[in-house]
């Protein structure tokens, strides 16, 4: 951690909100403060720099016309990068975690990405929208993904990533992967939000961020049946 309290800053709230992202940055608070960590969230609308000595960064989804102005933005101000190359730590939804990448679709047009995570997005021949749900890289130690996708990319990773999950429903990245990983940087197309219906992602990057090998545990059944219910709605759904 970087200072005192923990710093997580929700990047263009203006811009990349979809399928309440935001909910990415409560839960995150949330979590550190009832493990006893003071955290500052900072909302950095896309016309303010991006503070580079944050220790969690938060991109969500977008249409495409607000991502390729917040790709933009982004490149332009370099904060992502700096704080990037400082170790913090970054965490993308959807047009957020396309962004991260070389390069991706809006518009009909391809637009310059981050360059980030070693991954580009190209369109796919429908939308993807429904349910997403997948077997985590077994190296990361969590339970399975779940979450709403809702995007018309298809993500191909290129060898300096590893996948996030082993898709079992939805579509991800390709309908076989989902997601992607390097370092202390991971992007999903999970919207749900997330980290609410993903608790133990939420820990993960929390235990990037601040160095702990283990948090104490939290009572999670609310999540646990939010979880439940709509892994069930996705066995129903196949059934
Ligand atoms: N605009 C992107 C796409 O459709 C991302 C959408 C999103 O963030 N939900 O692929």
């Given at each position: 951690m970087s200072s005192e309290s923990l710093r997580i800053v929700w990047i263009y709230p203006d811009l990349l909100s979809t399928y309440g992202d935001r909910g990415n940055a409560l839960i995150l608070a949330r979590r550190a403060r009832q493990r006893g960590m003071p955290v500052e969230v900072l909302e950095v609308r896309s016309d303010e720099r991006l503070p580079a000595t944050a220790d969690i960064y938060l991109v969500g989804g977008g249409e495409d016309g607000p991502q390729a102005l917040g790709a933009q933005r982004l490149l332009a101000d370099g904060g992502l990068h700096r704080a990037v190359a400082q170790g913090s730590v970054v965490f993308g939804v959807c047009a957020g975690y396309q962004l991260l990448g070389t390069s991706f679709f809006a518009k009909g047009v391809q637009c310059r990405g981050l360059e980030l995570l070693d991954l580009y997005s190209d369109r796919g021949e429908s939308r993807a929208v429904g349910e997403l749900a997948g077997e985590i890289?077994?190296?990361?130690?969590?339970?399975p993904l779940t979450g709403f996708e809702n995007h018309g990319g298809r993500t191909h990773l290129g060898p300096e990533v590893s996948p996030l999950a082993r898709v079992t429903a939805g579509v991800g990245n390709d309908s076989a992967t989902e997601g992607a990983w390097r370092g202390k940087l991971l992007g999903t197309y999970?919207?749900?939000p997330a980290l609410a219906r993903n608790p133990a992602l939420a820990d993960l990057l929390l235990r990037w961020a601040t160095g702990a090998h283990q948090l104490p545990p939290l009572d999670d059944t609310w999540s646990d049946r939010l979880r439940n219910e709509r892994r069930s709605a996705v066995a129903a759904a196949r059934a």
């Open positions: 890289d077994p190296r990361l130690g969590l339970p999970s919207h749900g």
